[in-house]
């Protein structure tokens, strides 16, 4: 079955940078668009960046653009954001995202920017 285990969250203060990391299993991770998404209290999941199959192509939020850089790693079934300059707005869960027939999460994991 499709799992997503992210990890790498944590306090930060503002102007600092976090990696996180999302190990998937139980598909063929090389062939799939992987995405990160945030979700911040009281607001709705919002996509954050997204990668192609290949790594070719990524998407950013207006947001995050020029702060945040995603990747991955096809050999390690691994989803990587990288997150820099970080304010206290980008307080949030960030969870990884593939579709495959239908939506898969994974747990989440939580990032808080102190100013």
């Known amino acids: 079955q499709v799992q997503l285990v992210e990890s790498g969250g944590g306090l930060v203060q503002a102007g600092g940078s976090l990696r996180l990391s999302c190990a998937a299993s139980?598909?063929?991770?090389?062939?799939?668009?992987m995405r990160w998404y945030r979700q911040a209290p009281g607001k709705e999941r919002e996509l954050v960046a997204r990668?192609?199959?290949?790594?070719?192509?990524?998407l950013y939020a207006d947001s995050v653009k020029g702060r945040f850089t995603i990747s991955r790693d096809n050999a390690k079934n691994t989803v990587y954001l990288q997150m820099n300059s970080l304010k206290p707005e980008d307080t949030a869960v960030y969870y990884c995202?593939?579709?495959?027939?239908?939506?898969?999460w994974g747990q989440g994991t939580q990032v808080t920017v102190s100013s």
């Open positions: 995202n593939v579709i495959r027939s239908r939506n898969y």
């Open positions: 139980g598909f063929t991770f090389s062939s799939y668009t």
């Open positions: 990668i192609t199959s290949t790594g070719d192509a990524t």
